[in-house]
């Protein structure tokens, strides 16, 4: 198998301290070779969008970690949001999409260190923070989206949010983008954040956005939150297009740990400050955003895997060959949430049985029959399965492969047309010392 055929691949420069460093790159699109730039400034990268990031005491147990998040637009804007399918829900969740009803929005309201759930006045805490934000900022409450991350079922005051809004209005500012980014983690150990630069209409766009998540990652659309912002002009339909169609092949192909959390959003808005004919239908500059969309949220999705808890490795499953676009994305999301697989990468142990296995339970539709993996990092890729048998090979040569930070796992069924990816981490003894004392 040729690891480079048929992906899209976007570069990333070399690992540091947890984090990526994104280089400045260009992409050359289809005949029209269009330009499309990593930026610096995330959430704030777009024109007219300032953020900012603040302590108020809502973690009773930290006094300096930043834990109430504001990102405002200087205009109303377009707005879409996807959310957990978690039946058990966050109460900012159910105040949100009463909000974005009318396709509209002008702020996020995040808070981290409580989620926000399973609280008897969870609702009513959710909608007065709307309205306190509202009294600061001079934006309409029912146009304010707002969001809670953090630990389940602990009780929620508004005493902290009327200490820190003040101050948190204050702080904002068009740089102010990784102060927010800071303040919506928990166990986060790195910061998320990526902008794009590209063209519509001979207009220069942007769009810029932050994520959160380390532990209970396993979005469908966990403690996941990702907000995104863009001066593009945008309708609310096709914003909303973009954005479901865009969590197909990027945030619901991560997993963490398999644990889909309650408080999962992932929100867009689209102020048109750039100046661009609105996209109200399908066509080229419909096509064009959404690619500079993937841009952010594929980056952003290996941030989050990388960062899972106590990980040390990132684990990128490609399937190829598979009877269409959905099998292979169940496919390879199956492999990358397998708990034998990921201790397997943890150990440095090329045990292509537990990625064979993975795929065998998965909900799709597949002859298991030819199966092709193959194992690679930068220092080389190398097959250990051929038609669904062992192929032979060096298993010290596989595991200083496996040794990297950054693992590829290619698998080919030999079936059909269908590809997708899909990120994970390995599985360490750091996660479960984590998540031992979570709340401590």
């Known amino acids: 198998m040729n690891p480079q055929a048929h992906y899209f691949c976007i570069h990333l420069g070399p ?31 777009p024109a007219g969008f300032q953020a900012a990031g603040v302590h108020c005491g809502i973690r009773s147990k930290n006094t300096e970690k930043k834990d109430l998040a504001l990102i405002v637009s200087d205009r109303l804007c377009s707005a879409a949001a996807v959310y957990t399918t978690n039946k058990v829900k966050g109460a900012p969740i159910a105040v949100t999409k ?15 260190g409580n989620a926000n759930t399973c609280a008897p006045n969870g609702r009513e805490i959710a909608e007065k923070t709307c309205q306190l934000t509202a009294e600061y900022t001079g ?3 029912e146009d304010i989206i707002v969001c809670s991350t953090g630990v389940i079922g602990e009780p929620l005051s508004m005493e902290p949010f009327e200490r ?41 766009c942007h769009i810029g956005a932050t994520a959160k998540g380390s532990g209970m990652i396993n979005p469908n659309m966990a403690t996941m939150l990702s907000f995104i912002a863009t001066d593009a002009a945008v309708s609310p339909e096709m914003l909303q297009k973009a954005l479901s169609e865009d969590i197909k092949d990027t945030y619901n192909q991560l997993s963490v740990d398999g644990d889909t959390s309650t408080n999962d959003t992932v929100a867009i808005m689209a102020n048109g400050a750039a100046g661009n004919k609105e996209i109200t239908e399908e066509g080229p500059e419909f096509e064009t955003f959404c690619r500079a969309l993937r ?34 994305r169940v496919l390879s999301k199956s492999v990358i949430s397998s708990d034998l ?100």
């Open 98 to 112: 009463a909000h974005l009803e009318n396709g509209k929005a002008q702020a996020v309201i995040c808070n981290s």
């Open 341 to 440: 697989f990921k201790s397997a990468m943890f150990g440095e142990d090329a045990n292509w049985g537990r990625v064979l296995c993975s795929l065998g339970y998965a909900r799709a539709d597949f002859d298991a029959s030819d199966i092709q993996v193959e194992m690679g990092s930068r220092k080389g890729v190398i097959k250990v399965c051929e038609h669904s048998a062992l192929y032979p090979h060096s298993e010290e040569e596989a595991a200083n492969i496996l040794a990297e930070e950054e693992i590829t796992i290619y698998v080919d069924l030999h079936q059909g047309k269908g590809e997708a990816k899909a990120w994970g981490c390995d599985l360490t003894y750091d996660y479960v010392k984590i998540n031992g004392d979570y709340r401590s």
């Open 164 to 204: 820190g809004m003040g101050p948190l209005v204050q702080a904002l500012s068009a740089d102010g983008g990784t102060m927010a980014a800071e303040a919506i983690m928990t166990t986060d150990t790195v910061s998320k954040e990526c902008a794009v630069e590209f063209e519509l209409g001979g207009k220069t």
């Open 295 to 328: 841009m952010v949220t594929e980056v952003l999705t290996k941030k989050l895997a990388r960062d899972g808890e106590g990980a040390t490795k990132l684990i990128e499953c490609q399937v190829k060959g598979a009877p269409d676009t959905d099998a292979a």
């Open 15 to 45: 690992f540091s301290g947890r984090g990526y460093k994104i280089q400045k790159i260009n992409i050359e699109d289809r005949k029209d070779k269009e330009k499309m730039n990593y930026i610096d400034g995330g959430v704030c990268a």
């Open 139 to 141: 934006i309409p409450a």
